[in-house]
């Protein structure tokens, strides 16, 4: 059949032909309009009323019936003082598995969930009466957990939501916006420098090629093996005289270059992990 | 602000193209008034008219060539109307359909807007040649537009020579092309150029020998000769006697006249349109300009060489004569009817309306008579129109021709964007081995199988 020339351009003009005949698809838009899905939702906004004030009245409803609480809820009340909803405690679970056996009719594991480990709560509920169970102290209570534990645990952070009503959801955002909090044990070590003029001036440059060819890698980056983080860190003054290099964080006076080498060498040596480099 | 120009403000945009149109009307009937009154007009009158007759031969040529000219304009419309119409039908839209009835005047807001861009010239371009390029390519489509006969009589000028004269204009196409990608001083456009320059030339070749079979047939390379050399029923037709001659012709035309699958000196969706990359405004307006004449003009000469040109399909007079029916004339001659002749032109129409609504008051009489009245007079019209259209084709073997050849020219426009619409752009070098590797050959096989067929029959 295919061996025929031009047999495919006869079918391919037939079928152009054909389509002259068919009926057209163009919706004539201003004119014709498609109706719309009964499961659109648009574009999420605010509406405003006549005089130009806010029609939400700060319900929370949207918020408390979002099935992955993906709506957040802030407001301020009557008085101007800002007000935030903290929406019953840690419904998250819950209320999706419920979701998932309405729409399915079975129940439904959940594959994203993970088994988390049971840490000692006594630190916590002690940190937690401390600052009298108060969900706005919450950065205060999470650097103290912190301190406590080293990082934060998820036992940790549904116990805080358990016992001051605030949501995990939020919890975990405030907890991740933050720098300096953490949600895995560090377990890598790290000598950070500072790379100012005055550090420089002051034989940062010399503690620098040190600690590269010590560690075997650039500045800001990690040692081959994963053992050592080397950091650009900054002194901000507090330094005069002195390079600033920190071991974990902790400030060091007095390094000499081949000081600062044997250093590293000895962390690479005692935190080498076998499965890397 | 004068009163002339708050009524010039006042006035509809057709109404600012009909008063300026009625001013010179009646300006030249004072003219004309005035010559009569003061005997200007007939003492030089006599004059004119003898000048006009010694010199027969240029006051045809100079009215040819204004009628070819002004006839471009609407077929270029047409044609880009049928070609988007067509195209958007094909891939399942509905085409242009805002401007004017069914969209048709979409092409005539194309040519406005064409005409408002800006018209620029590169720095370093040639100036002179590039300013002159698109004029070469749209004349000699034109000039080709001269020895089209569109009905018995109604052609430019009846060459003896038609054929070659044709072929000859259409090389010139090439001169504008690469001129105009030479003078834009851009390397693109100068390779663009190049590359029309190879196809069209490499095309010419099996373009020209595919009609040598045609023009031995016919005995004479009159365009006119060759339709009448198809006189009669179709089977007269030289596509019968010249199947080969016609594919080769069709396709070299093609990719003579630019069409998709060998579209690849503007390849549109592929390289910036070739030579034409640094032409805008009514310059490279005209570059499409004329490329949509010369699609008419490869439809026409494809159904005058080909497919009988003006001949109907089957002789009306003949399968009369043969089925032993008159067919009735309808030679009327409008001034023997006299006084009858005022009459019909004050009373027909009235009558008509009135005969036309009568029927279709009785049946809708839910209608109001005003409406029923005018219902009528849309019936009348077309009734009437249809009339004449059917008198005119049976009265006149010049309508006849026309409907014919315009009939048979723009159904070749059709296949063209039929193909357009469905058939990928080929390679350029599949393009160029298809020329000189199968239809160079085809069309030299298809001369000496024509000749030998001649000296068999005759012998």
Redesign the interface.
Known sequence: MSRIPGLG?AR??A???R??F?????V?YPEERYPVSPRHRGRLQLLYDEFGALKCETCFQCAQACPIECIDMGGTDTKDRFHVHWGPPEQYAERRSESALRRSGRPVPDPAYTAFEPVDLAPLEAILAAEDYDPRRMPAILERTQAAYGHLPVATLKHISHSTGAWYAEIYGTASSCEHLRFEAPTTRAIGLCRCAACTLAGGGRLRAALEAAGGTELPGTTPDGALTLAAVDCHGASPGDPYVTVDGVPQRGLSPEKLAELATAIRAATARPGRA | MSVVARSWGHLTPAGKVVVPLLGIVLALGLVAFLGIVTGILPAIGDTVVLTGRRNVGIVRFLVAATAALLASVPIAFINIYLEMKLLAWIALRRGPNRVGPFGTLQSVAHGFKVLAKEDFTPTGADRAVFTIAPVVTFLSVVLAFMVVPFAPGIVGVDMNIAVLFFFAIGGLTVVGLLAGGWASFNKYSLLGGLRSAAQIISYEIPLTLSVVGVVMLAGTMSLHGIVEAQAGHFWNWFVFQQPLGFLVFFLAGTAEGNRTPFDLTEADSEIVAGFATEYSGMRYGFFYFAEYVNLFILSAVTAILFFGGWSAPVEIHQLAAWLGVAVPSFAIDPSQLGIGLLFLLALGPALGTVLCAIPVALLRTDWSLRRALAVGFVLFNVVAGGLVIAWAYLASEVVAGLFWFLGKTFFFVFVFVWMRATLPRVRIDQLMGFAWKWLLPASLFNIFATAAAIVLVNR
């Open positions: 351009i391919g003009m079928l152009t032909l389509r002259l068919q009926p057209k698809v163009t004539q």
